[in-house]
């Protein structure tokens, strides 16, 4: 069965879609931690990040890469935080996490936002 992940990138269920290429995918994370917050997936079904292909890491890194500086332009952080879980849902995938100090990265805290929030910011850091 496909992961929600994979479901999320077929377009079978919404997202925030932040940006896309033939093999990754961008998308807002439905419980932020902060506003921005993005996760990167690749489009291929794999459970954990390190499991991935050295190339193919690597071309992830460099999409995650391009999403994080607009997300750094767009957002008016001082950093964007690269973060792997990957406890939750069984896809690989990396949190990109706006920040201005260290205690920005707190997973227990979470955003309200907005369904036209979500939207909003989605549309600011699209690709
Ligand atoms: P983890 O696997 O521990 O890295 O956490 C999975 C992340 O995916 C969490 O931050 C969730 O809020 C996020 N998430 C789960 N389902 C969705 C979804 N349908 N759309 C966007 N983000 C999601």
Same mark, same amino acid.
């Given at each position: 069965?496909?992961?929600?992940?994979?479901?999320?990138?077929?377009?079978? $269920? +919404?997202?925030?879609?932040?940006?896309?290429?033939?093999?990754?995918?961008?998308?807002?994370?439905?419980?932020? $931690?902060?506003?921005?917050?993005?996760? /990167? $997936? +690749?489009?291929?079904? &794999?459970?954990?990040?390190?499991?991935?292909?050295?190339?193919?890491?690597?071309?992830?890194?460099?999409?995650?890469?391009?999403?994080?500086?607009?997300?750094?332009?767009?957002?008016?952080?001082?950093?964007?935080?690269?973060? /792997?879980?990957?406890?939750? &849902? +069984?896809?690989?995938?990396?949190?990109?996490? +706006?920040?201005?100090?260290?205690?920005?990265?707190?997973?227990? /805290?979470?955003?309200?936002?907005?369904?036209?929030e979500f939207k909003l910011i989605a549309e600011q850091i699209k690709l």
């Amino acid at each position: 069965m496909a992961t929600i992940f994979s479901r999320i990138a077929m377009g079978e $269920i +919404p997202c925030y879609k932040v940006a896309e290429n033939d093999e990754f995918f961008a998308f807002l994370d439905i419980n932020p $931690i902060q506003k921005g917050h993005t996760l /990167v $997936i +690749p489009k291929e079904e &794999v459970d954990y990040l390190f499991d991935i292909d050295d190339e193919k890491l690597g071309r992830m890194m460099v999409f995650a890469k391009q999403v994080a500086a607009q997300i750094k332009s767009k957002m008016g952080c001082r950093r964007v935080a690269v973060v /792997v879980l990957g406890l939750e &849902v +069984p896809h690989a995938h990396i949190h990109l996490i +706006p920040i201005n100090e260290e205690k920005d990265v707190d997973f227990k /805290v979470k955003q309200q936002l907005s369904e036209d929030e979500f939207k909003l910011i989605a549309e600011q850091i699209k690709l």
